[in-house]
């Protein structure tokens, strides 16, 4: 990995604080030479209700407004895996795929692989090694789909 190479990254979550999505940040925070900006934020104001025209919205905008200026976004099978995140993933991949931006998926914590509904949504995966995590962020930004003209 190059030193001092800045990754801007969006890590998947459902608007609450995941164990999987902590661990990720505390083991990128420990890879040698690397400085990441996590773009991810899971928290909203509460006084917006997602389940309203105006809240639902705001929402929205306010996650696609995380996910539009990273490099990559880390799909968390463990978060995936809980039936109330998947509205806020699946619209995640959306908004991903909208803004032409590389998806990795990483298995739950304790888990080596990436089940086959995850794969799916992702352009390829990688276990817990974080070193491992932005190499192939690397070799995936270099393909056609995402380094060529858009």
């Known amino acids: 990995m190059a030193q001092n190479k800045m990754y801007d990254l969006f890590v998947t979550h ?11 940040s505390e083991l990128l925070d420990k890879v040698p030479g690397l400085t990441w900006r996590n773009f991810s934020l899971p928290w909203h104001d509460p006084a917006m209700d997602p389940n309203t025209e105006v809240g639902g919205k ?3 905008d306010f996650l ?13 099978a463990g978060v995936y ?3 109330s995140a998947r509205r806020w ?14 998806i990795i998926g990483i298995p739950a914590l ?6 086959d509904e995850v794969k799916v949504l992702c352009d390829t995966s990688v276990g817990w090694d974080m070193a491992e995590l932005i190499a192939r ?4 930004r270099g393909l056609p789909k995402y380094s060529g003209p858009h």
């Open 89 to 102: 993933l699946d619209l995640e991949v959306e908004m991903a795929h909208k803004h032409n931006k590389p």
């Open 58 to 60: 705001f929402i929205r």
């Open 64 to 76: 696609e407004g995380q996910i539009i200026p990273v490099h990559g976004v880390i799909l968390l």
């Open 137 to 140: 962020l690397d070799e995936v």
């Open 81 to 83: 895996a809980v039936k």
């Open 14 to 24: 459902a608007w609450r604080y995941h164990d999987d999505w902590s661990r990720i």
């Open 110 to 115: 304790g888990e080596i692989t990436v089940p």
